[in-house]
């Protein structure tokens, strides 16, 4: 023996015969296209966002943001570096070809005296 409720504001009593077992529309409405595209695009934002990491193997987008800033500081090491080479290849063809700077090496390196230059030695006493 069923028993009459009264309506809810929805329309349909509250003993309806309508579970969410047998039609599933039922508890969360009916599946729209803009439903459908609204989940594609739920599960696609939190792939992009490598939540799934563990699960897919998919980096996502905060992987490759990171990824980003470490390659961006990469060339910027590497530009360095290529400024550093350039800079000691001008010092090496200076070494191999200026007399000026090869004296001023040898005097600064070795301790060489020019042939018109004074020493002059001075010790403390003690």
């Given at each position: 023996?069923?028993?009459?409720?009264?309506?809810?504001?929805?329309?349909?009593?509250?003993?309806?015969?309508?579970?969410?077992?047998?039609?599933p529309s039922?508890?969360?409405?009916?599946?729209?296209?803009?439903?459908?595209?609204?989940?594609?695009?739920?599960?696609?934002?939190?792939?992009?966002?490598?939540?799934?990491?563990?699960?897919?193997?998919?980096?996502?987008?905060?992987?490759?943001?990171?990824?980003?800033?470490?390659?961006?500081?990469?060339?910027?090491?590497?530009?360095?570096?290529?400024?550093?080479?350039?800079?000691?290849?001008?010092?090496?063809?200076?070494?191999?070809?200026?007399?000026?700077?090869?004296?001023?090496?040898?005097?600064?390196?070795?301790?060489?005296?020019?042939?018109?230059?004074?020493?002059?030695?001075?010790?403390?006493?003690?």
């Amino acid at each position: 023996m069923r028993t009459s409720v009264p309506p809810y504001p929805g329309g349909r009593s509250y003993g309806s015969s309508v579970t969410a077992s047998s039609n599933p529309s039922a508890l969360w409405g009916a599946l729209t296209p803009r439903r459908l595209w609204g989940g594609v695009f739920l599960v696609w934002s939190l792939i992009l966002t490598g939540i799934f990491s563990q699960i897919l193997g998919s980096p996502g987008l905060i992987q490759y943001w990171e990824l980003k800033d470490l390659l961006a500081q990469r060339a910027g090491d590497a530009q360095q570096l290529e400024l550093g080479i350039q800079t000691l290849a001008e010092a090496q063809a200076a070494l191999e070809n200026d007399p000026i700077t090869q004296k001023r090496e040898i005097r600064r390196v070795l301790g060489f005296v020019g042939e018109d230059e004074i020493v002059f030695e001075f010790s403390d006493p003690k």
